[in-house]
């Protein structure tokens, strides 16, 4: 199987890209994080890029990921420093996502909406009755979740009226 990204012709990496493509895909994450115009990522926003897509790939093809990494991603050995060489190194993603909440000392919790760090309470954290391990605590701060459910609905609405009128 070849890639399946434009004229790319290289054997596949991952999914339906080779590793030169699926590189410069995790490049865009990083820049879409930086730049944050959608609002998404604000505790990533004005944080530093330092290097283009070609000079990443470049260092991806230099540096792979181990082969038993399942799905890595990008990780930023400091945090509070942007994506810089020097910075950065290959991480699985599911202890990347984990990797958010690390610095935040016990009893509290970051909002990935916004990044205010809140006391870890029903005050400010609803109950997730949806865990299969017993009640935890829902994802967002409560202002955060009501906008993210807003969001949530507004584009399930729009989706529909697509589906609807396509």
Known sequence: ???????????????????????????????????NRRGN?????????????????????????PPEMERPSVDRIDAERGYLFGNIRWLEFSQNCRNQQHDVPAGLKRCPRCGETKPLTLEFFGVNRAKRNGAGFQEYFHPCRRAYSRDWEAKRRRRT???ETG
């Open 41 to 65: 990522y604000p505790q990533w926003q004005g944080k530093s890029l330092e290097f283009t897509r070609r000079e990443f790939v470049a260092w991806a093809l230099a540096n792979p990921p």
């Open 1 to 35: 199987m070849h890639c399946n990204n434009g004229d790319c012709k290289r054997p596949i990496y991952r999914g339906t890209e080779c590793f030169k493509c699926w590189a410069g895909t995790k490049w865009d994450s990083m820049k879409q994080r930086v730049e």
């Open 161 to 163: 009226l697509v589906h």
